[in-house]
């Protein structure tokens, strides 16, 4: 009986870590996965070994060659060492996944009283669909109304000229690329053309639907919509310099008391 007492207090461990782990179903364990903005439950997991899945929002690199991955919401981040970036041979962690929706694996920890997840191989690190969970985002098609004018499925207008010559569509449309070369700041939409249109036909519907009073200077007004999620980032110089984080809110002007868009791009 006393030689029994070993091999049955192994079988009670093993199974007191399978009920608080899981059990895959080729019998790996299951890791708790929990999600970046999810601040109570990144809290209530320190010290133990997990998958955190969010949108990365700025990367940074260091002096020293560590690199560093932020998550969305500002609750947790990513370190990788020196000698780890090194194994990634398709490119660096802060470059490859700058604005991507990611998972990774590793061991929750505190640094500086910040929470960090230490990234140690290309093993522990994947894409996510951009969509994965959710709908594809919305695009929309303007519809020519004049030589040089368009209107929106919202009834937004653009028409004229920017001071540069280019229409209201064409000025639009550089704030669906990064220009790093640009002096400061200059917020890129994510998704292209038709997805910045729709962005955009959203947020002004959002300020119609909670009746905002717009901020009025003389012939021009403006908007400042928070979306509640990811629209863009920040690029230009400035973007460069802070690593591009991303962008939640839609800065909007418009012709005063009209639909006329003068320029729009994400804040």
Same mark, same amino acid.
């Given at each position: ?8 207090l ?10 608080r782990? @899981?059990?895959?179903?080729?019998g790996?364990a299951?890791?708790?996965? /929990? &999600? ?7 809290r209530?997991?320190l ?6 899945y969010?949108s ?5 690199k260091?002096?020293?060659? $560590?690199?560093f ?9 990513v370190?990788?060492?020196?000698d780890?970036?090194a194994?990634? &041979? ?11 929706q990611?998972?990774? /694996?590793g ?8 929470l960090? *997840?230490?990234l140690?191989?290309?093993k ?15 695009t ?5 109304? @004049?030589r ?7 009834g937004?207008?653009y028409?004229? $000229? =920017? ?7 064409? $000025?639009?449309?550089?704030h669906?690329?990064? /220009?790093?070369?640009r002096d400061?700041? $200059?917020?890129?939409f994510?998704?292209? &053309?038709?997805?910045?249109f729709?962005?955009i =036909?959203?947020?002004w519907? *959002?300020?119609e639907r ?6 009025a ?8 919509i ?15 310099q802070r ?8 800065f *909007?002007?418009?012709?005063? =008391?009209?639909?006329?868009?003068v320029?729009a791009?994400?804040?």
């Amino acid at each position: 009986m006393s030689r029994s007492k070993p091999a049955a207090l192994l079988v009670l461990i093993v199974l007191g870590l399978l009920v608080r782990y @899981g059990v895959g179903r080729e019998g790996e364990a299951k890791l708790n996965r /929990i &999600k970046a903005t999810n601040a109570g439950e990144l809290r209530g997991s320190l010290g133990q070994e997990v998958t955190i899945y969010g949108s990365i929002d700025s990367t940074g690199k260091s002096s020293s060659g $560590h690199q560093f991955l932020n998550f969305y919401g500002k609750q947790v981040s990513v370190f990788c060492a020196k000698d780890d970036v090194a194994q990634f &041979k398709d490119g660096k962690p802060a470059d490859l996944y700058k604005g991507k929706q990611i998972e990774v /694996i590793g061991k929750l920890s505190l640094f500086n009283g910040k929470l960090q *997840i230490k990234l140690t191989t290309p093993k522990n690190i994947k894409l996510l669909l951009e969509t994965a969970g959710r709908s594809p985002p919305k695009t929309v098609e303007l519809k020519q109304v @004049g030589r040089e004018a368009w209107m929106s499925p919202a009834g937004l207008r653009y028409q004229g $000229h =920017d001071p540069e010559g280019r229409t209201r569509v064409e $000025h639009i449309l550089r704030h669906t690329r990064d /220009i790093p070369d640009r002096d400061g700041p $200059h917020g890129v939409f994510d998704g292209g &053309k038709g997805v910045a249109f729709a962005v955009i =036909d959203e947020a002004w519907q *959002i300020a119609e639907r909670q009746k905002r009073r717009p901020n009025a200077e003389d012939e021009r007004s403006s908007y400042l919509i928070r979306m509640s999620r990811r629209v863009g980032y920040l690029g230009g110089r400035t973007g460069k310099q802070r690593g591009h984080p991303a962008l939640d809110r839609v800065f *909007i002007v418009f012709e005063t =008391d009209t639909k006329n868009i003068v320029t729009a791009f994400p804040r």
